[in-house]
Each structure stands twice: as structure tokens, then as C-alpha cells.
């Protein structure tokens, strides 16, 4: 079939390549093989990519309403198309021309400090760096799974607030004062397991771990049971590292997964256009879905048993 696609599963905990499409002209038929790839793998990419900001944003728009997306470098100009933000190190006549620079990026769900965050995130790389500059994509549907069965009961209920004064680079944003105490700082609140909305699996959803604070629990006892989730969450066997190259487009479903990006040589250039969409909904916990098996887990698993 001409618009047959073909989408290969990577070996890792999660993350497919699609390949025979260009996203400059695809069919509906096309990009349902694509939505229905990115839900069961999490994290797609679509290499040799070739695309102008609009063209991007009429892709974006295909998993969602598109989020306008401010300025983010300091002293930056608005762009002409506002659902695409750049993600970059250079800077043009002293001005960044996008954000988050050079540093590493911790590990994070996007914007988890907003009540409605979005689903689906988008990038599509221009420029690379010498080396580095690598993102890592964490499967949270695995890293429930894998939980110990008594900290798993333990947070069954609990929620996470989820502060927005630092951007993910370790940034203060602008107008917010730096957090003296977790309990008081600003942001919303979601449930630690979420229902996926459209899957119907539940997931661990952990924001970022900077100034997070479990409501009803002493700080200190808040803070030793996120150490514990997030040592849990982050390590190896639950993500994949995509290493970019120019023209790729990387999609990842907001909502089941945590990134994060290696630091890069500062030397050089990174370029990344981006865009995020948003399906509207608060985080939440639909307590009558049991918690299933990742497909992913049993591959893992299966690995490790032999
Ligand atoms: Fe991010």
C-alpha cells in the first residue's frame, strides 16, 4: 500500500523511527499511522526531515491546539510564527536567539507546573553540535511497573506539586523569586500515578524533582519519598538516548514520559525549532484502571531473565 509506513521499534525502553514520509506532504491515512505510533511507543522520530516553521506547525497542530510559545532567550524578539519557540546556544548582536543554552537539562516532563500541560512536544533539529547535546527519553509506564510493590502502595494516592520558578536548565524565570520554602512555592498539583487519557495505562508523572514538595507531608518526609522515586525513575534500563541528526523531527508524548538533555561542546552551535501541542486535559487518576504490563517491560525484563 503507497501509504504504508514503516515504523521500526528501537530496542530500547522506548522510542520508534518511522520512516517513508515527508512531512511537508502526507496523507491523513499517514498521519494516523503516525499518531498511533507515537502513543505506543512513546517517543518517535522522523529523520531527513526538511521543513519550514509552518509546515511544523501544521504538523503540530495535527496532535493538538497548538501553545503559543513566548520568547525565551533574555532580550529576544518575538518571532513571526508564534507556536514555534528555538532551543539554541547562539547568541546574534549579544541577544540568545533561543533558550535553555549549553548546560545539561535535567531530567523533566514539560511544563508539569501549568494545570493543563502539554501532551505532545515537538522538535526538529537544524544544527548540531561537535558533540554532545544528546536527549534522553525516560518510559514512565516501565518505571511504574517496576516500582517496589510497598512504595508503589505508598504514594497510590499522593500528588505532586510542581513548582514553576526554575525553567528546566536551572534558569530563575522571569518575575518569580528564588524558593526559600517548597510547601509555599507556586504551582499546580497532579496525582504521582496519572491514567493516560488516551492509552488507558496508568503512569508515574513526576514534573521535575527541583522544589517539588508532596502535599499533607512534612518536608523532610516529602523529600525522602521523591528521592526515592526519582533515583527509581531515572535510571538506565527505563530510557533511550536519541542521537540527533540534522533534519530529524522528535515527538514524545508528554504525558508518560520524562528528557532530558547532555550537555554539549559550547564551541559550537545547536539550533532546534519547537512546538508543543496540548489536549487540554489536567493530569489525572482514574482509579478503576488497573496497572497493566508494558510491552517494553517484557522485552527488558525478558533481557535481564537471560
Ligand atoms: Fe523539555
Not at 522538535?123 to 525516560?138: H, I
Request: glycine share 8%; with cysteine.
Amino acid at each position: 500500500m503507497a501509504d504504508q509506513l514503516e515504523i521500526l521499534r528501537l530496542p530500547y525502553a522506548c522510542g520508534a523511527e518511522v520512516r517513508g514520509v515527508d512531512l511537508r506532504a502526507y496523507s491523513d491515512q499517514q498521519f494516523g499511522q503516525i499518531r498511533a505510533a507515537w502513543l505506543e511507543n512513546l517517543v518517535i522520530v522522523i529523520r531527513n526531515q526538511n521543513v519550514t516553521d509552518d509546515q511544523l506547525t501544521s504538523f503540530g497542530q495535527r496532535f493538538g491546539v497548538l501553545d503559543e510559545l513566548p520568547p525565551v532567550g533574555k532580550g529576544q524578539k518575538p518571532r513571526d510564527n508564534k507556536y514555534i519557540s528555538v532551543i539554541s546556544n547562539v547568541i546574534e548582536d549579544g541577544v540568545p536567539i533561543g533558550g535553555l543554552a549549553d548546560d545539561e537539562v535535567i531530567w523533566h516532563s514539560d511544563t508539569s507546573y501549568r494545570e493543563k500541560p502539554p501532551s505532545a512536544s515537538i522538535l526538529y533539529s537544524l544544527k548540531l553540535p561537535a558533540w554532545g547535546g544528546d536527549t534522553g527519553f525516560a518510559n514512565m509506564y516501565l518505571a511504574l511497573e517496576t516500582l517496589e510493590p510497598a512504595l508503589r502502595k505508598k504514594v497510590d494516592r499522593l500528588e505532586i506539586k510542581n513548582d514553576i520558578t526554575y525553567n528546566a536548565g536551572g534558569q530563575l524565570r522571569e518575575g518569580f523569586e528564588p524558593v526559600k520554602d517548597v510547601t509555599k512555592c507556586p504551582g499546580a498539583i497532579h496525582p504521582i500515578i496519572r491514567t493516560h487519557p488516551e492509552t488507558k495505562r496508568n503512569c508515574l508523572y513526576l514534573g521535575r524533582r527541583r522544589n517539588a514538595y508532596i502535599p499533607g507531608l512534612k518536608v523532610e518526609d516529602s523529600e525522602a519519598l521523591l528521592d526515592q522515586l526519582w533515583s527509581h525513575a531515572t535510571q538506565d534500563f527505563l530510557n533511550w538516548h536519541h542521537k540527533w541528526k540534522v533534519g530529524d523531527v522528535v515527538i514524545w508524548d508528554n504525558r508518560c514520559t520524562m528528557h532530558h538533555r547532555d550537555n554539549f561542546d559550547p564551541k559550537t552551535h545547536r539550533i532546534m525549532h519547537r512546538a508543543q501541542a496540548r489536549d487540554d486535559l489536567r493530569p489525572a487518576r482514574d482509579f478503576t484502571v488497573p496497572d497493566t504490563p508494558h510491552d517494553r517491560g517484557r522485552v527488558y525484563l525478558g533481557n535481564v531473565a537471560l
